[in-house]
């Protein structure tokens, strides 16, 4: 396994991660969470899910980095990484708001974790700055678990539950007579999500569990254990890219997870997946994959 940067920090949010000031420490998973019955639905109001802010947040209070013994730990001991992965985006489909006066391409996404080890978010309340910081958890081959200041749990008033921020990016690109991607002509950046277990992904690993344990929409912990996946369906609020006057043309709607990099991950370069779609006089017309709108391409290249 290649080296890996230990990341932790103070209690603001910068652009770059800082280095890592807390040794490593064990986080066994609270068992208040494993054991949570299957949920399947992502209702957009309020769940159990809203762990009044006190309770959810004492279970994850850190011990004082001073107190804890260093930990000597084997020289192989590995990182279980999670692997985040994102399908193209499906349900695609127009909409206009009579309330804008704007059109929207509407889309549903599903990411997962295809990596070795679960996703795993903690937030902790930070009464100094009032933010909700999140740590990502790091289990290892060993019985300690490493962690990295990764975001914020901030609330969705829409939504009516707890998301972490920054965690996609949606771009409608044009794309080039030869099928490149060309330029973005409209965008939805840094879009916040409740990260929990919707759909299973892999249930073939060895290591697949069928129990969920990131089933709620709280700010204390969400994720996504090995072989689980999350969709977001295309009517959620905010599931859109603005489409109005969009000239005719054939388009990529791109889809980017983890987009500033602040989840540490197995490999940061399967985070992107796109579907093909073309503009006809307001109407929407999704291409099955990348081949058939290359060819459409060829064809009009040769017939036009
Ligand atoms: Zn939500």
């Known amino acids: 396994m290649s080296m890996i940067p230990w990341f932790s920090g103070g209690a603001s949010l910068s652009d770059e991660p800082q280095p890592i000031s807390v040794p490593g420490h064990s986080l066994p998973l609270p068992a208040a969470f494993s054991d949570l019955a299957a949920q399947p639905t992502r209702p957009q109001t309020s769940l159990a899910e809203s762990t009044p802010m006190d309770q959810g947040l004492r279970f994850f209070n850190r011990p004082d980095p001073s107190m804890l013994e260093p930990e000597t730990e084997p020289a192989d001991l590995e990182i279980l990484l999670p692997d985040l992965q994102v399908l193209p985006p499906f349900d695609l489909h127009l909409k206009y708001s009579r309330q804008t006066g704007k059109t929207y391409l509407r889309l549903a996404i599903t990411f997962w974790n295809n990596g070795q080890g679960p996703l795993e978010l903690r937030g902790v309340f930070n009464p100094a700055s009032r933010q909700t910081l999140v740590w990502q958890s790091l289990y290892t081959t060993g019985p300690t678990t490493r ?18 921020t920054n965690f996609a990016v949606y771009e409608l690109w044009s794309v080039s007579a030869d099928g490149a991607l060309d330029r973005v002509v409209a965008s939805r950046g840094k879009v916040t999500f409740c990260i929990l277990e919707t759909d299973i992904l892999d249930s073939e690993r060895p290591d697949f569990s069928r129990r969920r344990s990131y089933a709620v929409c709280g700010p204390g912990l969400q994720g996504l254990s090995v072989g689980w996946g999350d969709t977001y369906d295309s009517d959620l609020d905010g599931q859109l890219v603005e489409s109005t006057g969009i000239p005719n043309g054939i388009y990529a709607l791109v889809v980017r997870v983890d987009p500033a990099n602040r989840i540490l991950e197995a490999d940061d370069a399967n985070n992107t997946a796109a579907t093909y779609i073309e503009f006809v006089e307001g109407r929407l017309y999704v291409y099955e994959g990348e081949a058939q709108m290359l060819e459409t391409l060829r064809r009009c290249l040769r017939l036009c």
Do not use: C
Request: no cysteine; proline share 6%.
């Open 147 to 164: 962690e990295q200041l990764a975001g914020e749990f901030i609330w969705h008033p829409g939504h009516e539950h707890w998301h972490f």
